[in-house]
Every structure is written in C-alpha cells, then in structure tokens.
C-alpha cells in the first residue's frame, strides 16, 4: 500500500500509511494472573489493524477496570501509563481501533462498556454494521439515549434490550437483529464470548497459553500474530456463526443461528493481515508469494530486478521474482524516521515528501529496468510519485505489478475506504491508470488469478468462501442504502 | 480550610487542598460570537467549584462539539489544547468538576452528551441526587444500559423516556422523579435551560453581556465572579424550583412543580462561594466579615494578632480582628509552589510537609499569644500541624477560633465529606478536640451566632432559608439509606 | 509590583510578574547525606529570587553531577526529573536564576562547571560584574574561549588563571580583578567558599541544621527562608567582603581585601526578600510595614479603605492603613490560575487581560474612596489599569501610595530593569505620572524618609549603608560605559 | 547486528540497537535561504550514525543560533520544537551523536561553540583523538579551564591558542597537535571547514545543490544518503589530510600536512554507513552483497533458506543467497514497534524480549534448515536468543554465517566497543561461539575474503588503504595507554 499521507502528518504507525485502513483488532484473555501484560501484547502484536487508539478492559473479581484513549499501544498502555498494572485483574478484553474521522472522540473508543441487566459488560467490536442507523433510530423512538455514534453501543444496547435468562441467551437475541460484518468479545462477570458474524468475514482465533506458569488458559484474538508474542498455542479459527463461551466452566460453543454462505474477506490475506498470521489453514506471508507467482505468471516481462514497493509488496515481489527467475532487490527503503513534523524547504525543491519516506539505492536502480510491485492502488496518488521518484534516480524503465485486481468499490464491512469518485480504477481504465502513474507498463492480478493463488480453481464455482466485493461489486450483505454511512470500527 | 492532603499529591488547585471537596460549577452561554472564550473564562472563575476535570460542549448550527479532559480549565482548555476554538461555535456550556475517588474515569466527565428522541442534548450538573440508585435499577431493568456512574446520566435517561412533546416539558416530567440537590444546565439545539431543584441548595445565577459587541446575550453561571471576569452584568439568582430558558425567544421562565420551603447550602456562604461573588443579596467576603464579627463576640480573648489560616481563614479573621481591636497580622503565607513533589529529606526532619506549604514570620509570633482563625475542622489531621508549627517559631499562646459551627454531619446534597466516622466534631467534644490540636482554648460559632451573622434572629424561627444539616443533622430531603451513595458530580 | 507582562505569556512565577525582575538565589550545602534533597527545598524557596532556570551541581567523593535545567524548581528538580536524587551525594551548591533576554541557553544555566588546576570547581552567581567584558576581550586576546556570554565564566576563568598554591588564593586572586556586585558560592572538591563582594551588595546569610539527622552542618543561602524551610538556625550574615569557607575543618573566615563601605541594596528590602527573612537584623514584612507607615504620614489623605495591589503592596498597605487608621482591606485578588494562555474573546470586551489577573470584590469598592497601595511604580505601564479597573467597580476615588521613591535610573548590580527612555519617573514628574495613572491623587515615599523607615536618621548622614543608585543615580561602583552590557546573573 | 539492548531500555533508534554503537554524523551548509530545512533533513539522513542528541549551529549575518538537545532528530529539531526556524539563517552546521554513558550531559551536545579571538566559532566532530588526555592535561596546568569531558573541546582550545593570523592557519596549527581519527566541521563568521585526519579515518563528503532555489551551493555531509535526501549532487569524497574552506571565495582546498597512509574504517563498509551511501567509489549495499557472496564461498553449506538476522544481515544475505542459489526468506521481521516499555509478564513466559522484538513466520522455519545471516558477533548475548527462538518455530538446522571476520580488539578511532573482556571472539575460539550460540554451525569471513570482498587481492599487499584493527589488533595510530579512555564523540 503505497504512502499517500501528507508529509506533515504524523503518521502513528510505520507500517500503514496508505488509502485503506484497518479496521480494529481484538485479543481476550480469561483467568490468567498476568492477564494486563498479556493483552497489552497481544494488542501490541495486532497493532497493525488499528492506530488511532487501545483500550482494556480488565476484570478482577465482580470489579471492572477500564484504560482507553488514543494513540498507539506502546504509548497508551506502557508500563508508566497503564492504570491497570498491579490490580490484580485475571482476566480482560481490549482493543485496537482504526476511527473514521470525526468519531475519534474518546466516547468511541474501545471495549465499551456499559451497565445493564446482566450487569457490566465490555464490548470489543472489529467490523461494520449494515442496519445500525435504523436500530439506533428505532432505540431512540423508544425513549433510550446513545453517547456515542459507535456500531457498538447499538450492539450493547441491543443486549440490554434483551428479555433471556441468560447473557448467553441476550447475545443471541441481539445478534439476530444485526446485519452486517463483525467478530466481536464480549466480557462480563463471568465469562467472556468470542463471536463471529455468520458469514465470518473477519477473522478471529482461539488459542491456549503454552507457558510455564498456567498452560491452557484460553485465549481470542484477531490474529494467531497476537498468539506468537505471548506464546500461546494456536487451537483454531472461530467458525463463522459460532459463539465460543469462556468461562470457569472451560469452553463451550453455540451457533448464532442459522448457517449461511462463508464470506471472508478476501483483502485480508491481500494487505491487512500480519505477513506470519495463519488463518483458513494458510500462512499469509505464503499466500502473498502464490499471488505474487500467479500475478507473474499473468503478466510476465523482461527486466533486471523486482522491487517491492516497501513495505506492502514485500512478499508477493519475492513470489514474482522467483516465478520470474529475476533478482529480487529491496532498493527502496522507507525511512525509520517517517512521520516527524520537519519544517519543508520550499516547494521549488520538488518531491521532498516522498525522498524523506523513501530511500532509493541509486546504484540499484541507475539504468535498470525494474519491476516494482504493490498490493493495490487505491486513490492512485501515490504511485506517480514513487514512478517517478525511481525514474529520477536512473531507472531506464518502470514496470508496475500489483498483486490484486482493480479496486473499484467500497467495502462496508469494516474497512475505511474512499468513496468511489476517488477510487481511481472505478473510474479509469487500466491504460488510463498506466499513463497517470507514468509507469511503462501496468497489470493488475485478475480475480480468477487471485483465487486461484488461493487455491481454488477460479472465481466462478461453487463454494466460493470469500467477500471480494471492492474488486466485484457483489456485496454479500444487503446494504439498503448504507453507502453514506458505512464506518469502520 | 487547613491543608490535609498529603505532600506528594500534586493539588491541582492552590487554594482548595482541604477535606471538603467542592461540587461542580457551571457556566453557559447563548448565542455569542465569542462563546467557547467567554465559557472558558467564566470556567476558570468558578475554578474553585471543581479542579478534577472540565468540559465545554459547543453548539454551532445544528451540531455539537465536546471537549472534555481530566484537570484544571488552564490546561484541559488552553489555547493550544482546546479543540472547539475556532470553530463557529456559538452556544456553549461548561463544567468543572470535582469527582468523587473511583469516578475519574474520562465517561464520568462532564457536560454529559447523549442523543435523544429529542436531539442531542447536553448536561451540566451541579448537586447531588439522593434517588439517583433507585431510578438507576428501575431503568436498568427495563433494558437500559449505562455507562457511567454519575446521577447525570440518570437525569439524561429520565429525560429521553418523557413522552412530552416539548424538551421543556420532557425535562419537567424528568424533574418530578428526580429528589436531590441540583443546579442544571440542559443544552439543545435550540435553547439552553438553567434549573435549581425546588429547595434551592446549589447556586445559579443570570448575566447579560455588557461589552462592545453582543451586550444583552444571556448567561448563567453558578456564581457571579464568572459574570465579573466576562465583564456581564449580574441580573439576579435564578429561583428554587425555577426553570430558565433561554433561546432565541429570549428569556423565558417556568417552574417545576409546587413550591418548597428554600434550603439554600449555608456552607456555601462559609467556605465554598468566591469571596468576591454575590448570591441572595450578599457579597461572601462581607458575610464572613460578619460571621468572624459574630464569632469573636461568642469567643473573645486577649491575643497580639488575629493570624488567618491560609487562605480559608482570611475574611472570618478580618472580621474577628476588627471586633476585637486586635491586629490582623499574616503571619503565615501559603508557598505559591505547593503541590510539588521533591523528593523528602529522612522522616526525622520533622514536621516538613506543613512547612513546605507555610512559610510563618518568625518575628511576628514569637513570644506572642496568637489566635488562628479557620472556616472550619473536619478530620481534624491538619489544624494540629499548624498550631505546632505556630508554636515552633515561638508563639507563646495559640487560640483557635471557627467561623463554622462543629460538623458532625456527612453532606448527601453534592459535597463530598468523609463518613461520620472521620468528622471528628461528630466523635469528640470541644475540650478533647482543643487537646488534640494542641490549642490554648478552641471556640466554634453558635448555630445561633451564624444566623445572626446572616441577619436572621437566630436559627429556630420561622422562615429559614438555608441547609445546615451538616451542623445540625436536619436533612431536607429525605435520604431513604443514602448514607452510602452520596456522592459529588 | 505590578503586573505588566501581557496576558498570552506564561508567568512561570505567580507571585512576581511586574518590570523588575529578580536577580538569583543560591543555597549551598556541606557534608550532610540529605544534600540534595535539602537544596531542593533552599532553592525552592529562594524561588522568587529567579523563575527561569534552576540547578544544582552535587559532590560525592571526587566526583561532580549536574543536574541544570530551565524552569521553576518544582519542574527542573522534581522528585521525577532530578536526576541528582538516590547518587549518595553530601554536598552540594544550587542556583535558581533570572535571565536577559537572548541568555536563556542552557549554556547559561548555574550553577557553572569547569575543570580547573585546582580540579572541577562550580561557581553559583548572584549579582552583576561591571567590568566582565574589558576582563573577556583581555583573556581571548591570550587565546581562551569562552563559551557562555555569563560573568560566572569570566569569574572561572580568573580563578583558573591564577598561580596561587590553595583554591582559596587562587579566588582571592581573581576577585581583585572583578569589579561589581556579587555574592557567590564555589564547591570544589574540598570545600564550599560563600563570598559576598565588598560592598556587600546582595544578601547572603550562614545557617546550621538543626535537625535530628545531623545537627551543626553548615549552611549558606540568599535569605534566611531558606533556612526556614529546611529547619535550619540562622546564624549571621556573610559580612561584607568576608569570605568563608566551610569544610571538613569547619568555617574559616577570610577577607577579599582591604574593606569598604557597606552598599546593600535597598530595594532587597523593598521588593526583592521574602517577606519572612531576615537580614541586617531586620525581618523585611516588619520594615515594609514601617516603610507604608513613614509613608502615611508623609502623604496622608482621607479614605474608607487602604486597599494593596496583589501581592507586592500587602505589607506597606498594613503599615499605611495602621497609621492611617482606615480600614485594611483586600479587595483585589489575584487570581489562582494567572499565567494560562485562553483564547481570549475579540479585543472590544475591554481590558481582559487584568482582569483575569486581578479579581475585585465590588462590594468592597462601589461608591468608596480606595487608597491604592504598591511598592513601586517603573514603566508605568500596568498601574493606568488597575485604577481602571477599580473605578469600573466603582470606586468613588482612587489615590495610589508607592512605597518607594520615583525609580529614575537603571540598576547594574544585578537587578534586570528597563532602560532610563522606560522609566516613567526619569521622564516625568509626579503629576504627569498622576494624570497617566488616572488617579485622584499620586504620592511616592520621600528618600529620607524611606532611610527613617529603617532607622536612620536620614539619607544625607555619615554612616549610609544602602545602594540607593535607582532613586538618586549615585552609583557605588563605577560603571566605565557598562549601561549597555548590564544584565543580571 | 543483533539485539543486545534489555527490553525495558527505550531503543531510540529502531535500526540499531546492537551492541556496537555508531560514532557521529555530520552535515554543514553554506549560503543558503533554507540552511536549516535542509540541515535538519540531512541529519535526519545521517541519524544512523548518532542517536542520543543532535544539533545545530546556524550563522545570520554575524550571529550564532545555537539548538541542541537529547534525543533523536525528529524530536529535538521538529518544525515546533527547532527554534532555529524562521531566523533568516542562511549557514549551518549540524551533529548528531552517540555518546558514552555518562557523558550524556547537556555540556557534551555538538556543534561546540566558542568565542575566541577568531570569533564564535561551531566545531562538528565524528571520530576519537588519542592525545586528547595528555593535551587537556597541558591546557588544565597552563590556567585554562574546560566545561566539558569531550573531545571537541580540547580542539576548540587548540585553535583559540594558536597565533596565527587566518583561522585556517590556527586550525592547522591545531590539528598538528591532535593525533586520532576525525571528521570535522568548523564554522566561524566567514565560512565553513570540511576536514579528515591524514588517515582519512572516518567518511566526509562534498555535494552541490541541484534545486531550483539556489543549484550550485556547497554542502559537506558525512555519507551521501545525506545528500540524496536534500537532492544534492555528489561531488567527490573528502581526501585524507585534506581541509576544504566553503565561503564566498567558493571552494578551497588545503591539506593539514605530510601525506600518511589511508585507513579508511573497514567496519563503515560492513555495518554503520547507510546501505545506499555511495563512498570510495563503492554503494555500501553492493559491497556488502559481496561480502556475502565470498562468505557463501568460504563456508557453503546445504541449506533451505538464507535468513538474514534483520536489519543488519540483509544485504549480505542477498549476497550469500545468489552465491548459494537458496532461496531468501526474511522469515524474521522487527516488530515496528520495539523500544516500549510495557509491564512484562512473570520471568516464567521466556524470551519474551526477543519475541516482542523479532517476529518469525512459522510455516517458513519449521522443519526447514536455516542459514542465519548477520554482519557481526560482538558479545555474543544475541545470538543464541535468536539461535534459540528459530528453533522454537521447530528449525531443523541453524546455521550461523557472520559477514565479518571475528571481532577481537576494541576501537579507539570513534567506535564505542566493549572492552576486550567483553567481546567474545577475543577470548573463544570459533567452535566455543558456536556452541554458547547454539548454532549447528558457525563461520565467519576470512580477513583475506573480506579484503578480496572489496576488490583487492588480499589483505596482506602493498597499498591497503584500510583500517582492521578490530580484526587484527595493527592500530594504525599509537593509543599511548589510550585504551581506558576511548570514547565516541
């Protein structure tokens, strides 16, 4: 995902600074006396989902403690700033969250909490809702008040709603009312829920602890990433549907209700998920090389190395180069130093911006052809920059590569992404595309070409598992009018 | 008010480290060009009210903005940090608060938001509710969730369950459920409302702007030194069970329901109100004047000076001075750098943490008989610090006098006291707390003694006006087991 | 003093923000195990004697640590951020420092350190060189550098220079070629020297602990409040030209040379001591009020109250109203929480900025004649408004009493002052100066008799003692064309 | 270089943090509108070299700025923190540094400024002297005085002690005097020196600039990343001995005396300077790919993935892979967000610092057999954390290569080494290391590999122009007993 943020902006995270955000990530932990230390990691290894703030929510006894605010884990849960340290909590949810603009006001982070029949409970939400302003306004009608303008509250409210004998129960009869893309934790007293939507398009995981101290603890998290840091062993995905109770009755699981097509999000494996992240039975990193492979195989041409435009095209450039029996070369470099907030020369010494995020290996690219890959364009403002940026150091041509198909419609499930006025391949051809970005040449993975790097046999078949809707437009959950509200959160 | 707190807690504010807590204070303001300056400023004069947290929740066209952080106006609302400036906005209310231990959390903030079938509405609230856990478990059980503690959000649900056709009369019908102590500010799109609960305990006042640009605009504020600071003009108190709108309409006023006999905060008048302030016809500073006058009538003693106990004491001595023709002498000054925390030198450095606050001229009490007048005692931990310390630079007699009658009652209507069990008036008699302090002798004013002061014949008489149940333990409102809920916001 | 620095500054200092600024405060320690925390506090409260930097340089065995910063004590040396803290150091010097304009480098910052022949030396300064930079060109024609514009590297240099056999030759030395104001501290490994200059312009006082840790170790520091606070006994003023030198053989006493006419600065006593010291015998809150009764009988008038400009004119103002016999009265406040940058509103809402500075009980003043007390008037630029604000309150009339002569000319001993062109007094006479203030009537004390004021006869007699150049332009030390180079250090 | 550094320490630079750490890094300019901008930026180029402060001098018109502070770049010279900015500078000198413990004292910031009687002078250094001891012992006994322990200073007192009649000529006369390794930047009034020792020790580099503002102006910078990123041109290195003046007049080019044999750091190559800096004819990334492809043909083994330790090993794992025909796998990745300080969980969860430091793709090392690529083993506590995590990810086989010869002997030109004690191949032989490492296997180049590496035959040939005392113990310059005092400046 190539680097579209102003150069004055600090961006919070080095890894992401591209036209799509992540969305949210989650981690829950139950009954584990180091239960603070290992959400903040668990967190701090999903960080990549969501930058824009952390939060946890911590059980101790019939006690919750809460500790949320903007900015990146390493900041608002190091070890001077987490109120949570030292209190004895055994068990907690937290979350790391990507916020639309305008909704960053501390009401909107992460988990929520609120009291209800049930008692206290704590909501972490990664994904989007798709009849959220119709239930809040029916709420409303009914006299009730909202706080923030959070899918979430909409989801606890629902809960509170509920007439079950069991919390277990009220979930399920909040769920049936929701429409939309979502894994959700939820924690009370007395247990914590792990849920995926029905058609499970975002990921979640459970797994174990493999310490010394209490193995098989049990464990929720986004991403089997947030498993690898705390050592805990991978058990399984959550299934879409399911709802996996854990408690001091060890682990049960439920079905939300009844079952419908799988749709997990195919850009998942594309861009969002951590390169080491398992999930579907597939290493990520390894996907992105079989993409790469198959994108090369498509669109194959002659040159002297292949570039991964750092640090989103890594992976399926390795895949192409090998496929290709052309060198791999990192000649371009992001800076560790991006996001400060320099004074800028003036404008007449050109492309700054882009020199100080990126640093290019003159030698490596001085009367070269290079093959740069990426995982997708998206508003297509910054891959001119980074063409002609390699054209300035030498390059003697520039051909583009990128590991996914045109992305030409919004995602309402959980991702931020522009509208479609500024998705550029919504309203440009390819040769259109090719001449803004000046490169020499440009292809695009085709979408039977993505699934079958995925191992299927193309797109057209039965049993397809996968929501492609940005590069299909077939949206696997009716919307009914969202597309001006769609959020991520 | 003698300082208690510990030496390494920061006090957020100067002048108020004693054991009574403030409540809350408040300011609004509509339709103003300069409204979030003017309600910053008219905050920071009723900084005394609440040093834990502020807010300002803005209206411009049809939406709000909220700014709300833990700490004192100068920092939550610089001009650097303060998020609504600039903004257009041109309605505005805002709050301090002082919060009770456990409810600092951010949610507790205020003015609290929620959407209603009404619209967006804000709330400042300043008082205590003594139902608030009652109507909290009828609402809870009927599906609603909440998410925070405060009473405000209990007001807030009361007033979007109304099925009333107007705000105005939803906030009525959530008035008449509501038993406490309150001065409220109600935000919406298209007014401001200014309410004090029918006995009147909390106070409220109008402005109206008299500068250069907008004079006339209305303003409320929970004392009028927020008027002084603005420059508007003081137009009266708003009423025991008044309702004040204010909207493009101009001034409207309604009541709440039938009238009560008024039960205004006595301890207001004695501690808690700016000196500068007007309220019920009287400046603060001249009715401690008076109450000292009172007090050295009940108590005199031959002394060399009259020394106030920083700064609480100041204006109850003055008076007292005068009655008695004694010099008035300040001999101990508060450090304007108080809330640092150095590191300690050994404990037997004795009696440093008192030291470090007050700075005594060593020639003007040595070999003197001094009498030290205070607003009042409570726990009773700091007046023998400095009756020790007095004695320390050589004062020969140390009399001690209060311009408050003992307090022996826990306050349920917004001011945060200790339990009955900390009062120590409420445990001991004058002669053993006089042991305690280490004083040559130790009066209190009369009940009696402070209504007079106050131009009343005297406490038992016909047409009292105040709430003194901290003296006298006769609570207005009934309690119902609240001893353990009271609390501030 | 009043208050002249505009609204948008922060004023590090809430006590002292008029047109003079303080010079420096020094505390030095030697051989106790609490050093560090002891001179934390010593500096803490010598705090108005400089706002913009603090530091300390400590000693523990051979070994030297400095700890220098900008900003107040309780910032540079809290118990967080001092970095001298838990190092098992037993002496130490410290420095708290005002600074020109331009001299804010840290290189500036005091304590000074430079290695010498005599091993590493650390110099604490409090007053003005007049002859630092005919002594600086000499020493970089003989190939030195400089690396500081301060006079405290100019006295280093001189010591380093000198061939002398023992430390205290070597500074002996040196001194004779400095001419100016000066009382300094120097910790070499060996011991701690305590020096006042001949004239024995600035304050310095000698002091034992009398804790229960180490009672009897001796002590030096700017003015006896620092000895309060740590519980120290005040032993007796550095004389003059004496230097002493505190080591493991306990106090020596030496002399810099032949002596000279003792020239303390008088207006130490006016403004510049804590109120609680005491120096030349004398406790200066006892000399103020005598200086405000001298100044009653010089320029007495008829009133309904003597009210003080906050804080500078307390102590004058109850030396006034006692020989006046009209009530004392405070009736202007400053506010808590001066020194925070608002937005403020749009500059028709008038005068803003002392307002929010100076709060006005206008009970106290409406329909009032008001006698307005401070202790000098220098550019003349703040008064106009106080007197404004105090008729826009109400006051009937308003009649201002200085309690010092007219200040005429510029100090260069150590005190930052305007130039002459800014001094209203050396450009006008005292009804020109009545008319810019606005008030009914404008009187200064005479110069003799502020010298009755503390107990002389009178200026013109055998035997002054006081630096009185600001006022009469008879300067002490000759200057040889330094008005342009002054500064304070 | 692998992790050294405890997890609780905060890694200020997210690409070093082994046990080596860099020296310094230089950039000047002369006349030009935007000398701060692009000082500022080109020592953010640079920051690799020096992580604890930077600085920067800047000259307009007479007059000296000075800004330096702790930290990185992006902090201490961020658009709202550089106070240099908007000044109308026009020429600059900047340092980034890394400095000793205990020398991180403000006084040891760089540039060095001084006044001597060729004026103010800013002095930059990158290296270490070997007399400095004996020099300021001399200066110390000659009445001189030093402020600091570093260095720099020393040099300063050198220039401002000579005669001479130009400043070029003191500096000459000085640096007669000096012996060691340096690069330096002297700025005074009229212009700007770039120097290097007679060794040629330490790199220094001259550009122009190629904008459209001002194209032709002189920059001198310490590698040319540093130039790229200002878009200067690369005009040729600095020789050995040789001293260019920038000024008005242009270039000038002198030499510092007698001609000596080049010692260019041979580490520079393998480890400190940025991959893409072009220096001696040779791109650092391309010479260390080299190096890579002689150690695969020295020590070749069978393999399934060359895996370099990240971020020090990649190009020499490029190398090592074409040599090998493996496949490259960066199966290890940094965490970006190293460096916090979270609560640990209980010693019981193990390896928990490296694992939150170092992310491994499972599916790519499990089972596999590994060819671990790093560029040095200095104490040899990394490694085997390494080592031991890959086999935890369930590698078959851990093969160790090493890039450079073993390290034996400590730097005294500039590099902050451990002590001999310290470094493990200084007191093991190769299969001690490999077996405290826990590798399968372990090689590193041969010094003879690492001089063919880089073009020449051998080591042991006339002409060599490089500096291996680390390798081989041959100091090219004579230490004097110099070993317990080497320190970076």
Redesign the interface.
């Known amino acids: 995902m190539p680097c579209d943020s102003s150069f ?1 902006i600090p961006s919070a ?3 992401r600074y591209g036209s799509l955000h992540d969305e949210c990530g989650l981690f829950g932990i139950w009954q584990h ?2 239960a ?3 959400t ?2 668990g967190l ?2 999903v ?1 990549h989902r969501g930058q824009e703030g952390a939060g946890i929510v911590g059980l101790k006894g019939r006690a919750f403690y ?1 500790h ?1 605010a903007p900015g ?3 900041d608002v ?4 700033r ?1 109120t949570l ?1 030292d209190k004895g909590i055994t068990s907690a949810i937290g979350h790391v969250r990507y916020s639309t603009a305008g909704g960053k ?3 909107n982070l992460q988990p ?6 049930y008692g206290p ?1 704590a909501v972490a939400h990664n994904g989007n809702l798709t009849n959220s302003a119709q239930l809040r306004k029916m709420f ?2 009914k ?5 923030s303008d959070s899918d979430t509250e909409v989801i ?2 629902a ?5 079950a004998d069991t919390l277990a129960d009220a979930i399920r009869d909040a769920l049936v009312k929701i429409r939309g893309a979502y894994s959700l934790l939820v924690m009370s007293r007395d247990e914590v829920f792990a849920i995926r939507d029905p058609h499970g398009m975002r990921p979640l995981v459970l797994g174990e602890m493999d ?3 209490l193995a098989g603890r049990l464990v929720a998290a986004s991403e089997t ?1 947030a498993l ?4 805990a062993r991978y058990l399984r995905d959550i299934k879409p549907g399911e709802m996996v109770r854990i408690s001091h009755d060890g682990l049960q699981t439920m079905t939300l209700g009844p079952s419908k097509p799988e749709r997990f999000c195919i850009f998942e494996y594309i861009y969002f998920m ?3 992240s ?1 999930f579907g039975g597939r ?1 990520v ?2 996907v992105r090389e079989q993409i790469g492979a198959m994108l090369c195989r498509e669109s194959a041409i002659s040159a002297d190395a292949v570039v991964p435009v750092p640090d989103s095209g ?1 992976h399926a450039a ?1 895949g192409y180069a ?1 496929a290709a029996q052309i ?4 000649s371009i ?1 992001r ?3 991006v ?8 404008d ?3 492309h ?1 911006g882009v ?2 995020k990126l ?6 690219v001085k009367d070269k052809r290079i093959i740069l890959v990426d995982d997708s364009i998206v508003r297509g403002t910054t891959m001119p920059k980074i063409v002609d940026i390699v054209r300035r150091f030498g390059a003697r041509e520039v051909h583009v590569r990128i590991s996914s198909p045109p992305f030409m419609n919004p995602c309402f499930y959980g991702i931020d992404t522009p509208s479609r006025d500024d998705l550029v391949a919504a309203n440009h051809d390819v040769e259109t595309i090719r001449k803004k970005i000046g490169a020499d040449s440009l292809a695009f993975i085709s979408i039977d070409g993505l699934y079958r790097a995925l191992g299927a046999p193309g797109r057209d078949v039965a049993g397809r598992s996968y929501c492609d809707a940005c590069f299909t437009g077939e949206y696997p959950i009716s919307l009914a009018g969202e597309e001006n509200t769609a959020k991520a959160s």
Chains 1, 2, 3, 4 share one sequence.
């Open positions: 004055s995270s080095p890894t006396p180091e603070i230390a290992l903040t990691l701090h290894a960080q809460v949320r990146l884990v390493g849960l190091s070890a001077e987490n340290v006001d501390v009401q929520f909490v609120g009291e209800t029949r409970l409303l009608d006299g009730r008040t909202f706080q606890l409210h809960i509170a709603l509920s007439n310490d010394n101290l990433c690898d840091i705390i050592g951590h390169p080491h398992v290493t990193a390894a890594v390795v090998q060198p791999f070369k990192q470099v800076s560790h130093y996001g400060r907030t320099f004074i800028e020369p003036a007449k010494i050109r700054l020199k100080l640093s290019v290996n003159r030698a490596a």
